[in-house]
């Protein structure tokens, strides 16, 4: 199937962009590649050290004739999605040992959850997160003693962060080893209109305890289509996880299979191996177009079109909006999965999940069929699924119809022509908005502003009845220089219900909603930011704000407004508590939210 030439006109258009960054990139990974598997060049007291306590293993560590594989985990137990992930150095150890290499625990990665930070002042540090963890990812690769890494990492910051990192030592081969989704719990429906009631005073906190312990009750990914899910669909469509390894449930012998074989398959495709596959080859332009491609096939969150280009950065290869809004209108919406559906990501899997997904989007000619994957040369594989015949794992032809198709489409009969992120560009700066979940009716929202500088302050605001008609809220000063760019999806109750009461109500932001903002239109990661002087710091109240996702605008309708003076707000209330302080030098240097709001890139 011909490339599709949108496709192929933003592909080239990046290449070009990236022509002096990649060479150069690619040029560090060559000098690094050439100088051979890296244990060669360690002395014998630095591999003493490193093998001190590797018992049985140490003759075969000290000849260096086998691969050593590096672990970088991101366990934790209070993330579910990352529980899994304690007993996976053992079933690694044992499947290295079967297969004639060694392994070790290169080091771990701190992995916090949005889930237990919203609308809290821990979240002011969660974007800063990831680039924490490629950080960390960095120190842990930097003892040179690994021919291949394996990435156990899952959730919203963490798997871009350690993707920054396999760029970096992107001569090393880098396999992505997820641990897969908890089963379903209450529908997101369900869970939503009692949040939605207690917002409005009509449910009770036990009543909404247990509707979320329902919802989140068991080791693995929460079930909705968030940031977590999303990177696992990433994972897979750039080629960096086993054909078909996202979404199979946590513990069971399936899960187990694909664990022992992303460390079969990491060993082979080092330099000790039969294919050598460096990391840096496979995160190319193509990688980056095909993951920005699935994101809008399936309707993803939000939060990768920040993280995409701090991921790209790091192997050279640069990406601008319009990149996405471009590929947006290309790529049909495919996928209904919450908060764009009422199904879970279990229903998507077994609907026919990503295999059709992947199939579709082949045959269409929306995704680059030849890129390079840790599974072999082009996505052909990844039309796949993998499954267990007596025991033994095999991959089998996915799916050639949906086997449901109000959860997933063919590309020829999709939920939406497009992939309904879009661009905004306006003189209140260039921001995006999703819309895949928003009705057409609200695509286009003209009303008063009020204007806040803090989520605390809308809800304040709602509860106090000041919400009684048409309205864009704007919560500005919530960029990655003032307060490190923190989620606002507690805000989506309080939209919501003011939706549902029959207002028109828009959100304009410099911060950030996630792939949960749902049903409410939301102009995010506005820049330039209010805190670096941006346009919304000039916004006033009752100033007529138009958010246009027709034709691609954000702008306020005010004859003076290019002449006012921007205004500056206190931040000192988030510069100290639960970690603030140490994270001063993060938000002083942090970049721009459409550059990726990164630190260390």
Not at 86 to 91: A, W
Not at 123 to 141: K, N, T, W, Y
Not at 327 to 334: D, G, H, N, Q, T
């Amino acid at each position: 199937m011909t490339l599709h030439p949108t496709i192929a006109r933003v592909t080239d258009r990046i290449r070009a962009r990236s022509e002096a960054a990649r060479g150069l990139y690619l040029e560090r990974m060559a000098k690094a590649v050439s100088n051979g598997p890296v244990r060669a060049h360690l002395s014998c007291g630095n591999q003493a050290h490193a093998y001190a306590a590797m018992g049985a293993d140490k003759p075969a560590l000290a000849e260096a004739k086998v691969p050593n594989l590096g672990i970088v985990t991101a366990y934790n137990d209070m993330l579910s999605a990352h529980q899994p992930f304690e007993r996976y150095p053992d079933l690694i150890r044992a499947a290295a040992k079967k297969a004639g290499v060694t392994v070790q625990v290169a080091g771990g990665v701190p992995a916090m959850c949005d889930g237990v930070t919203q609308g809290q002042p821990g979240m002011e540090l969660s974007l800063f997160s990831r680039d924490v963890i490629a950080l960390a990812a960095g120190v842990a690769l930097s003892h040179n003693c690994f021919d291949a890494a394996l990435y156990l990492g899952v959730c919203d910051k963490i798997v871009p962060g350690l993707i920054m990192a396999a760029a970096t030592f992107g001569h090393v081969p880098a396999v992505f080893v997820p641990a897969g989704p908890m089963t379903s719990g209450i529908p997101n429906d369900e869970k939503s209109r009692v949040r939605n009631a207690y917002a409005e005073g009509k449910a009770t906190r036990e009543e909404l305890m247990a509707a979320e312990m329902a919802s989140y009750h068991g080791p693995g990914t929460c079930t909705f289509y968030g940031t977590a899910n999303t990177n696992q669909m990433l994972m897979e469509v750039m080629g960096l996880h086993l054909p078909g390894a996202s979404f199979v449930n946590p513990g069971t012998p399936l899960r187990d299979a694909l664990t022992v074989a992303a460390v079969e398959r990491a060993a082979e495709i080092t330099a000790l191996g039969n294919d050598f596959r460096p990391a840096g080859e496979i995160l190319d332009e193509r990688a980056y177009v095909n993951g920005i491609v699935g994101l809008m096939a399936t309707g993803g969150s939000t939060n990768l079109v920040l993280h995409l280009p701090a991921m790209a950065r790091a192997s050279g290869v640069i990406l601008d909006l319009q990149d996405f809004a471009e590929i947006s209108e290309a790529v049909p919406l495919m996928a209904k999965v919450y908060p764009n559906g009422l199904a879970d990501v279990n229903h998507f899997h077994a609907a026919g999940g990503l295999q059709f997904l992947i199939s579709q989007l082949l045959d269409a000619g929306l995704l680059h069929p030849d890129a390079k994957t840790v599974a072999g040369d082009g996505l052909a594989a990844y039309r796949q699924e993998p499954v267990l015949d007596g025991g033994r794992l095999t991959w089998r032809d996915g799916p050639k119809a949906s086997l449901n198709d109000k959860i997933v489409r063919p590309a020829t009969d999709p939920f939406a022509a497009q992939g309904g992120l879009k661009l905004l560009t306006g003189n209140l700066g260039r921001g995006v908005i999703k819309v895949s979940a928003v009705a057409a009716e609200r695509h286009v929202i003209e009303a008063p502003a009020r204007v806040f500088h803090s989520q605390e302050a809308v809800k304040a605001a709602f509860k106090a009845g000041e919400f009684t008609g048409d309205t864009v809220v704007v919560v500005r000063f919530q960029g990655p220089q003032a307060n490190g760019m923190p989620e606002l999806h507690s805000l989506t109750p309080t939209l919501s219900v003011l939706q549902d009461r029959g207002l028109k109500v828009a959100l304009v932001t410099d911060g950030r909603m996630s792939g949960a903002s749902g049903k409410v239109p939301a102009a995010i990661h506005v820049a330039p930011e209010a805190a670096a002087g941006g346009p919304l710091a000039k916004l006033r109240d009752g100033d007529v704000v138009r958010l246009d996702a027709v034709a691609g605008t954000l702008t306020v309708l005010a004859s003076d407004f290019e002449t006012r003076t921007p205004e500056v707000a206190d931040l000192s209330a988030n510069e100290f508590g639960i970690g603030r302080e140490l994270f001063a030098a993060f938000r002083r240097h942090a970049g721009s939210a459409d550059t990726g709001g990164a630190l260390v890139l």
